[in-house]
């Protein structure tokens, strides 16, 4: 939507379903010469396994978004800027506990302003089956949400 190279790699096995699957994506203005993630700029981590395995990963100076509701585990890392947000409590509150997802995506395109928000909420009418269209109005209240509480991140540390 915004004319960006994109490139992604989901790694899951038998764990697809409730196991620690994983997903490289890469989005770049220019062309992406290979689709494997080995230093991420950012690890969303849904769960504990997740931190674990992939916290070690993350470029000195990137940024850790954690779904708290589901992570309980500390951070071992000091280089990296850590980000807690209680998704799921979130999107429950929204009408809709599986958009928890994007109420990390939201936070995560406000803090690091990758695309915008306006831009993934335009996506959503191609990328989303005609069938669940009707999901759209909730999803994006959950990316607006993630945005504001990132916001709201983003203002506490100025204090």
């Given amino acids: 939507m915004e004319g960006k190279c994109v490139s992604y790699v989901p790694i899951y096995g038998v764990e697809k379903r409730g196991g620690v699957a994983n997903c ?70 929204l009408g809709d506990g599986k958009v928890a997802n994007n109420i990390i995506l939201g936070a995560l395109l406000s803090l690091t302003g990758v695309v915008t928000l306006e831009a993934v909420e335009k996506s959503l009418q191609k990328v989303l089956p005609k069938r669940h269209h009707k999901m759209i109005p909730v999803n994006v209240k959950a990316l607006e949400k993630g945005a504001e509480l990132a916001v709201a991140y983003k203002n506490s540390m100025k204090e």
């Fill in 24 to 93: 490289g994506v890469t989005i770049s203005d220019r062309q992406i010469s290979s689709p494997i993630v080995t230093e991420p700029t950012v690890l969303v981590v849904m769960n504990n396994l997740s931190l674990l395995r992939f916290e070690h990963t993350v470029v000195p100076d990137g940024l850790i978004l954690i779904n708290s509701c589901l992570v309980d585990s500390p951070v071992q890392r000091s280089d990296a800027r850590v980000v807690r947000i209680e998704a799921n409590k979130e999107a429950e509150a």
